[in-house]
């Protein structure tokens, strides 16, 4: 598969080309936006796979290039920034991103986001289709988040906006255990203290609307993760 790797650090950049290289990937490295919207110009050649992002780039906002990279082409984007909080992870998909993954990151966890984004973005969906950008699917799970529509089984699930945001923060890293206290900070805006009965409550509500109890793992004494059934 082609990747282009978008980085303006090359220090970085090496040692991350290094990896995919290993384990088979051939890599373009671009360090600006304009080194990359120009790289995927049409040139007879196969096309890139996934494209990941930094997005502190030197001469655009990384938010600005995903834009651009989903106005000319479908190829799938992987954000990778240390911007962690939900807003910004939710903004980059409201742009076009496929997933977004927060620095500093598991190599492996990379790689297997690589793998599943490319899957996804693949024809033959359970629709026949591939998914729209945003759109993440776990077996017969389907969650959009720029429409923040969910659906199982093909059928709509309606969810409160807590739970939405509760679980577009565990989907975007399935596998990821998340702390209790992460969880309430980014989803409540509050600190753990009084709140967590309000989260246990959640949880077992989104088990229970998406008829997957499996899907939302307790990891006792830490917090909870997604569990992707494709893992």
């Known amino acids: 598969m082609r990747l282009l790797l978008v980085e303006d650090d090359n220090h970085v950049a090496g040692a ?59 190829v799938p984007v992987i954000m990778v920034t240390a911007r962690a909080d939900v807003r910004s992870r939710i903004h980059g998909l409201n742009l076009g991103a496929d997933d977004y993954v927060v620095k500093p990151y598991d190599t492996g966890e990379l790689l297997a986001r690589i793998h599943a984004v490319a899957r996804r973005n693949q024809p033959g969906d359970a629709d026949g289709a591939a998914p729209a950008p945003g759109t993440l699917v776990l077996g017969t799970v389907r969650v959009e988040l720029p429409t923040r529509r969910v659906s199982v089984d093909g059928e709509v699930v309606a969810l409160t906006r807590k739970e939405f945001d509760l679980l577009a923060l565990l989907v975007q890293r399935p596998g990821v255990v998340f702390r209790r206290e992460q969880i309430i900070s980014e989803v409540w805006r509050t600190s753990w203290e009084g709140t967590g009965r309000t989260l246990e409550v959640h949880v077992a509500s989104l088990r229970s609307k998406l008829r997957r109890p499996a899907l939302i793992e307790t990891v006792r004494g830490v917090g909870y993760r997604l569990v992707d059934p494709a893992a």
Do not use: N, W
């Not at 290993?22 to 890599?27: I, K, L």
């Not at 600006?32 to 007879?44: C, D």
């Open 16 to 74: 991350l080309s290094a990896i995919l290289s290993r384990h088979g990937f051939q890599v373009t490295h671009a360090r600006s936006g304009e080194e990359a919207l120009t790289a995927l110009l049409p040139a007879g050649g196969p096309p890139f796979g996934v494209v990941l992002l930094d997005l502190g780039l030197p001469d655009q906002d990384g938010y600005e290039v995903c834009g651009k990279i989903r106005a000319r082409t479908a």
